[in-house]
């Protein structure tokens, strides 16, 4: 449905998307008009001088996708259109939380069969000490300032030692034209990320790259179990029965750090005298020295320490970090398969964010789109130049965890903005879903396979009832009776020209911390 609503003396058209004769969850719809007052701060900063006078600084439109529910300040599932500035707090602190999907030629027997000894590895490998990603800080530095390329660049430093025994050069070249942005944001600082890179040149591991994170984070391997479009599935190599490998994280800690930053400079800029809005979403003013998500997105100016110039560094560095630990997750999965099954191919489809700004030029006039749990679903024409140019972008919305997941094609619809859901959307608290129904939890556990840092069956827990329930707690908050159903959300996009069904994927197994 298409809603139109006045805020501070302003038009702002929101358009919501819900299966029919659904209405958006009150506390959603709350948290969604506290959002847009947001137009009442820009006016403010207007009076104020803080936005220029020859600039012009507004929020065109808003969009709430099928996914849509209470956030932390702005609603999960919401695209926002400014022109003149940008809202850090509408990317979410997890910046570049997103999706990666590989095509695999492994057979979902191969796996089957192996699951006693692969599923122990993997736990190994993830959450026991083994994933073995050494690095120096000329490696850190460079994937922070430079992302995907930088860690091509760099990754000799490591010698070939574990993981990078699995890293392709080649193959890492090539798969940056499947990448959003080519996995390479560039820029020229790191704040705050001192310790983290470390010392120059002494090889060291970190306990943040290849981490799952965790909520509605994973690795999963998938079956793909229904074919809807043939012509575009074959194209992306997918085939019914086919072995695919879905990765959900972002930049974990590093994200947090520089929500944290871009915070302090949102609040720092904000006009004394004036009163802060009550809903707490602050507001950045564009600096045109700077070009973000240009391609080049290297500064023209010394203006190292302006606000704008903290945003992008802080923004990018968090983002290049998103991009690499998806890489890393994968190549981890790709040891234990490997070790476990067979060495096989793994060929990259598609890596983009979810929680992110990007820069859009229409009719000559710069505007910003932000995402908060959201996919980028541009059409074949949004996508030229790209390998995607005649298909649309990938969209992958995968479901609650042991339910269904979607592969669609973006339609570029300029109503949803250009987007798409980014999973199923909660449709209980994490404290409501803990207290959900035992026979339907045993149920799902049993037809279920997980691999979590704890192992129930390990003997020398079968005393400890404090861990045990730790653990299942956690379990049920992920359950597929917490979510909405995907199915639903999936026909929404169909029903309003957002996204084009390819191919529907089912769990083999799923990796969660």
């Given at each position: 449905?298409?809603?139109?609503?006045?805020?501070?003396?302003?038009?702002?058209?929101?358009?919501?998307?819900?299966?029919?004769?659904?209405?958006?969850?009150?506390?959603?719809?709350?948290?969604?008009?506290?959002?847009?007052?947001?137009?009442?701060?820009?006016?403010?900063?207007?009076?104020?001088?803080?936005?220029?006078?020859?600039?012009?600084?507004?929020?065109?439109?808003?969009?709430?996708?099928?996914?849509?529910?209470?956030?932390?300040?702005?609603?999960?599932?919401?695209?926002?259109?400014?022109?003149?500035?940008?809202?850090?707090?509408?990317?979410?602190?997890?910046?570049?939380?997103?999706?990666?999907?590989?095509?695999?030629?492994?057979?979902?027997?191969?796996?089957?069969?192996?699951?006693?000894?692969?599923?122990?590895?993997?736990?190994?490998?993830?959450?026991?000490?083994?994933?073995?990603?050494?690095?120096?800080?000329?490696?850190?530095?460079?994937?922070?300032?430079?992302?995907?390329?930088?860690?091509?660049?760099?990754?000799?430093?490591?010698?070939?030692?574990?993981?990078?025994?699995?890293?392709?050069?080649?193959?890492?070249?090539?798969?940056l034209e499947y990448t959003a942005f080519k996995g390479s944001l560039y820029t020229t600082g790191t704040e705050g990320l001192g310790d983290f890179i470390g010392a120059a040149h002494s090889l060291s591991y970190d306990d943040q790259i290849g981490s799952i994170g965790g909520g509605n984070h994973?690795?999963?391997?998938?079956?793909?179990?229904?074919?809807?479009?043939?012509?575009?599935?074959?194209?992306?190599?997918?085939?019914?029965?086919?072995?695919?490998v879905m990765i959900h994280t972002g930049s974990l800690t590093i994200g947090h750090q520089s929500g944290r930053i871009n915070r302090i400079i949102t609040k720092e800029l904000y006009p004394k005298g004036v009163p802060h809005p009550d809903n707490g979403i602050y507001l950045l003013p564009e600096?045109?020295?700077?070009?973000?998500?240009?391609g080049k997105n290297v500064p023209v100016s010394d203006e190292t320490d302006s606000p704008w110039q903290r945003f992008c560094s802080t923004t990018y560095n968090a983002a290049n970090f998103g991009f690499a630990n998806r890489l890393f997750l994968g190549l981890m999965l790709q040891r234990a398969?490997?070790?476990?099954?067979?060495?096989?191919?793994?060929?990259?489809?598609?890596?983009?964010?979810?929680?992110?700004?990007?820069?859009?030029?229409?009719?000559?006039?710069?505007?910003?789109?932000?995402?908060?749990?959201?996919?980028?679903?541009?059409?074949?024409?949004?996508?030229?130049?790209?390998?995607?140019?005649?298909?649309?972008?990938?969209?992958?919305?995968?479901?609650?965890?042991?339910?269904?997941?979607?592969?669609?094609?973006?339609?570029?619809?300029?109503?949803?903005?250009?987007?798409?859901?980014?999973?199923?959307?909660?449709?209980?608290?994490?404290?409501?879903?803990?207290?959900?129904?035992?026979?339907?939890?045993?149920?799902?556990?049993?037809?279920?396979?997980?691999?979590?840092?704890?192992?129930?069956?390990?003997?020398?827990?079968?005393?400890?009832?404090?861990?045990?329930?730790?653990?299942?707690?956690?379990?049920?908050?992920?359950?597929?009776?917490?979510?909405?159903?995907?199915?639903?959300?999936?026909?929404?996009?169909?029903?309003?020209?957002?996204?084009?069904?390819?191919?529907?994927?089912?769990?083999?197994?799923?990796?969660?911390?």
């Amino acid at each position: 449905m298409e809603l139109k609503l006045e805020f501070g003396g302003q038009s702002c058209g929101v358009s919501i998307f819900l299966p029919k004769g659904t209405k958006p969850e009150k506390k959603a719809a709350d948290e969604l008009k506290s959002m847009m007052e947001l137009t009442d701060t820009v006016e403010r900063m207007k009076e104020s001088g803080v936005f220029s006078a020859e600039k012009e600084h507004s929020v065109i439109k808003a969009a709430e996708t099928p996914d849509f529910h209470k956030g932390a300040g702005i609603p999960i599932g919401t695209v926002l259109m400014t022109e003149g500035f940008v809202i850090p707090q509408a990317m979410g602190n997890d910046i570049n939380c997103g999706m990666r999907l590989y095509t695999t030629d492994l057979k979902e027997e191969e796996l089957e069969c192996c699951l006693l000894s692969l599923l122990p590895q993997i736990r190994h490998i993830f959450f026991e000490g083994g994933r073995s990603i050494p690095m120096n800080g000329i490696q850190r530095e460079a994937m922070l300032r430079h992302g995907l390329t930088g860690l091509l660049e760099t990754s000799g430093e490591a010698e070939g030692r574990g993981i990078w025994s699995l890293y392709d050069r080649d193959e890492q070249e090539k798969a940056l034209e499947y990448t959003a942005f080519k996995g390479s944001l560039y820029t020229t600082g790191t704040e705050g990320l001192g310790d983290f890179i470390g010392a120059a040149h002494s090889l060291s591991y970190d306990d943040q790259i290849g981490s799952i994170g965790g909520g509605n984070h994973f690795v999963e391997m998938q079956r793909v179990a229904e074919i809807y479009d043939g012509r575009t599935a074959n194209a992306w190599g997918i085939r019914k029965g086919s072995i695919l490998v879905m990765i959900h994280t972002g930049s974990l800690t590093i994200g947090h750090q520089s929500g944290r930053i871009n915070r302090i400079i949102t609040k720092e800029l904000y006009p004394k005298g004036v009163p802060h809005p009550d809903n707490g979403i602050y507001l950045l003013p564009e600096r045109e020295k700077m070009e973000i998500n240009s391609g080049k997105n290297v500064p023209v100016s010394d203006e190292t320490d302006s606000p704008w110039q903290r945003f992008c560094s802080t923004t990018y560095n968090a983002a290049n970090f998103g991009f690499a630990n998806r890489l890393f997750l994968g190549l981890m999965l790709q040891r234990a398969v490997t070790d476990k099954v067979r060495p096989y191919e793994m060929k990259l489809l598609y890596d983009s964010p979810h929680n992110f700004i990007w820069k859009e030029e229409m009719e000559g006039r710069n505007y910003f789109i932000h995402r908060k749990g959201a996919c980028s679903a541009r059409g074949m024409e949004g996508m030229e130049g790209t390998p995607f140019a005649y298909y649309g972008e990938p969209v992958m919305i995968p479901g609650s965890m042991g339910s269904s997941s979607y592969l669609m094609r973006g339609m570029g619809n300029p109503q949803s903005l250009w987007s798409a859901s980014h999973g199923a959307g909660r449709r209980l608290s994490r404290g409501e879903a803990i207290h959900g129904n035992d026979r339907e939890f045993k149920e799902f556990m049993k037809k279920f396979h997980i691999v979590t840092p704890i192992d129930p069956d390990r003997s020398d827990l079968k005393g400890r009832n404090d861990i045990l329930k730790k653990w299942e707690e956690t379990i049920r908050s992920e359950a597929p009776y917490a979510y909405k159903d995907i199915h639903q959300v999936v026909k929404v996009h169909e029903e309003h020209g957002m996204a084009g069904l390819v191919a529907r994927m089912e769990p083999v197994f799923t990796v969660k911390a």
